[in-house]
């Protein structure tokens, strides 16, 4: 099958997963109602832990822009789990947002397959480098983890975002 990759949600378009019997990642809507309440809950958690001033977690608006590439994890009867995207920053390099696991699938590798899935097609895309921000509280420990233990390793600010105490950088070479 040849695979095509949207830059942004388009239901004509796949990146090239199937839903599989027992879960699988997709390109997803952003607006639809169970992706927007788990995004609710996304930046109810990332607003306990970092003062506004210094929380860059987008918002429902912000995940439709052209650039971004959303994606979910879905069990395979459509239950959603986990959410992430790739937003492009320039044409070797993109941007991990918006990562996300539901409460009740932690621990189930949920979190582990949107990032392999992203780190996938931002490869496919011709990426050069992935970055990404989060937050540096206990609470955000379980991403660093999860993003130390793919390889990402700790960098400088990437993309305009100020370096506060609150936040922390990462990137990983694709190449």
Avoid: W
């Amino acid at each position: 099958m040849s695979v095509k990759h949207a830059l942004a949600y388009d239901p004509g378009v796949t990146d090239g997963t199937e839903v599989l019997a027992d879960g699988g990642v997709v390109v997803d809507d952003p607006r639809k109602a169970d992706v927007t309440a788990l995004l609710r809950r996304h930046l109810a958690f990332s607003a306990s832990q970092t003062p506004p001033e210094h929380s860059f977690a987008l918002d429902i608006s912000g995940l439709v822009d052209p650039a971004i590439t959303f994606f979910s994890y879905r069990t395979g009867s459509g239950e959603l789990l986990g959410v992430g995207a790739l937003k492009l920053l320039d044409p070797q390099t993109g941007e991990l947002k918006s990562m996300h696991t539901a409460a009740e699938a932690r621990g189930r590798g949920v979190g582990r397959s949107v990032l392999r899935h992203i780190i996938g097609v931002a490869r496919s895309r011709g990426l050069t480098r992935l970055y990404l921000e989060t937050g540096t509280t206990a609470g955000f420990g379980p991403a660093r983890g999860l993003y130390a233990s793919t390889g990402f390793e700790p960098c400088g600010t990437f993309g305009g975002y100020p370096i506060t105490g609150d936040n922390t950088f990462y990137t990983l070479a694709l190449a």
